[in-house]
């Protein structure tokens, strides 16, 4: 495997369709990431071509990680809150392409996402994992903190419920 590049990512067709494949490839492996299986990648490029534009605005940050010219995972971190809560991001998205799981990957990303939320400014990250077959684990070394578990938050990709974990992670100077 070469070295592993995270850079931001930009509207356009090409990084919207390897997203797009990436996010099918995902929830049909059961990622629980606000899509149901079978997701079309029609869908799925709805999706992408509207956060990408979104990005484009400013209101968030898509990163991808690169394995030469293979985009092999992504995570979104969310910027646009109210008026009161200019303080905080969210972490959005993070996929991780099966041939690249237990790579370090998902760590690199969510690195990268925590340093570009603190030179926003942000002091706080926030996060939700499912309950069943989440990334908990992950975030925990990563050094967020468990709130809380909602029951029953959402359908798994092939169906049935799962809980929702809650995470939060204090980051750069306090406010």
Do not use: C
């Not at 293979?70 to 971190?77: M, P, S």
């Not at 109210?82 to 969210?90: I, S, Y």
């Not at 050094?143 to 929702?164: C, R, S, V």
């Amino acid at each position: 495997m070469s070295p592993v590049e995270i850079k931001v990512l930009s509207h356009g067709a090409k990084t919207r369709e390897v997203l797009a494949d990436m996010l099918v490839e995902t929830v049909a492996a059961g990622g629980s990431v606000s899509f149901m299986h079978p997701l079309t990648l029609q869908a799925a490029e709805a999706f992408w071509d509207q956060s990408l534009a979104v990005a484009a605005r400013g209101e968030r940050i898509v990163l991808g990680a690169w394995d030469g010219k293979a985009l092999v995972g992504t995570v979104t971190l969310l910027l646009d809150f109210p008026p009161n809560q200019p303080h905080r991001a969210e972490i959005a998205k993070l996929m991780t392409r099966l041939t690249h799981r237990g790579k370090g990957i998902a760590t690199r990303l969510m690195r990268a996402a925590e340093d570009l939320a603190v030179e926003k400014g942000r002091t706080l990250l926030v996060l939700d994992t499912a309950t069943e077959e989440g990334a908990s684990g992950l975030y925990e070394k990563l050094g967020f903190t468990l709130t809380g578990e909602i029951p029953d938050f959402a359908l798994k990709p092939h169906g049935g419920l799962t809980g929702t974990l809650i995470y939060w992670k204090r980051i750069g100077g306090t406010r």
